[in-house]
């Protein structure tokens, strides 16, 4: 961030309250009757192009809540890449931090820097070997079943199985462990907890849920800067609604809503 303590200057109304490091990637969607053999080339019907990646979405659906955010990121400096920055603006998202380079495989990297600021960590993808600093330097742990199998070993279909999956993480150091369970909701475990708690979310028809994980992590990373004394368990029915929200329309980030579309008591 900018240095501080400028004369005249609002540093208070500039400063990000939600700063991702993450991906930023060009989805190119085609839409097939079904998936080509090894090979083979089949007729697509529709075709579109859209914004993700983990780390973006997740920025994106904290902004849409009203989140002042930044968005630490490299993309290519080609037309993806310039298109990319202008959604990133069009979101009112900052773009100091999102880099371009003339690199055209540029990898990304997470960083947790122990720097008194609150930190969600997302491990996806994740890897089995994941430097055990990740789960003691991170407040807030949050996974999915997928992530939870390959960081623990054990199986993850179930919130009794989340459950399991959530102390053995805790074990390895975790501050604040949170499980996503798609329509089961989550279940949570803290330190101050003894015991992990299922948080289901209502039924809704689910038409797309792709991205719906980015959702819920964004809408996390909203509530714990902008209402960090609210109890974790209420954050956490709160970003359950609005997963629900984006996974009842199609697409990743254009599936996310907006606060002005959310109804009143979630802020
Ligand atoms: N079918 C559904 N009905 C209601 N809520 C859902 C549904 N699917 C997902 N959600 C909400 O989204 C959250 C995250 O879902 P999930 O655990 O499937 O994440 P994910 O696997 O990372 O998602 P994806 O990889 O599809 O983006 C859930 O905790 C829940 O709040
Ligand atoms: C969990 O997230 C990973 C990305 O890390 C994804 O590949 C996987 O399909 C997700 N699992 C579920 C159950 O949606």
Redesign the pocket.
């Known amino acids: 961030m900018a240095a501080s303590g400028e004369p005249g200057r609002q540093w208070q109304e500039e400063v990000a309250a939600v700063v991702v490091v993450g991906s930023c990637m060009t989805d190119l969607v085609s839409l097939t009757s079904r998936l080509p053999k090894t090979g083979e080339t089949i007729h697509g019907h529709k075709f579109f192009i859209g914004f993700g990646g983990k780390g973006a979405n997740q920025c994106v659906q904290a902004a849409r809540l009203g989140a002042k955010t930044s968005m630490v990121c490299k993309v290519g400096k080609d037309s993806f890449g310039n298109d990319y920055i202008e959604n990133l603006k069009q979101n009112d998202i900052s773009t100091e931090f999102a880099y371009q380079t003339q690199d055209a495989a540029t990898g990304t990297a997470s960083i947790i820097v122990n720097n008194e600021v609150k930190t969600l960590f997302n491990p996806?993808p994740a890897v089995a070997d994941l430097d055990p600093r990740f789960y003691t330097l991170s407040d807030v742990f949050c996974c999915?079943?997928?992530?939870a199998e390959i960081l623990t070993g054990l199986k993850v279909h179930s919130p009794a199985d989340a459950t399991r999956a959530a102390l053995l993480l805790k074990g390895k150091g975790c501050h604040v462990v949170i499980i996503?369970?798609?329509?089961?909701?989550?279940v949570m475990l803290s330190k101050t907890e003894p015991m992990p708690k299922h948080i289901p979310?209502?039924?809704?028809k689910?038409v797309d849920?792709?991205?719906?994980?980015?959702?819920?992590v964004g809408a996390l990373a909203f509530y714990l800067a902008y209402y960090p004394n609210l109890p974790l368990e209420e954050m956490l029915r709160r970003?359950?609604?609005i997963?629900?929200v984006?996974?009842q329309a199609t697409g990743?980030q254009s599936s996310y809503p907006y606060k002005k579309d959310l109804p009143r008591d979630l802020f």
């Open positions: 996806a999915n079943e997928t992530e996503t369970l798609g329509a089961e909701g989550c979310t209502e039924k809704v689910a849920t792709t991205g719906a994980g980015d959702s819920f970003s359950n609604f997963a629900a984006s996974v990743t």
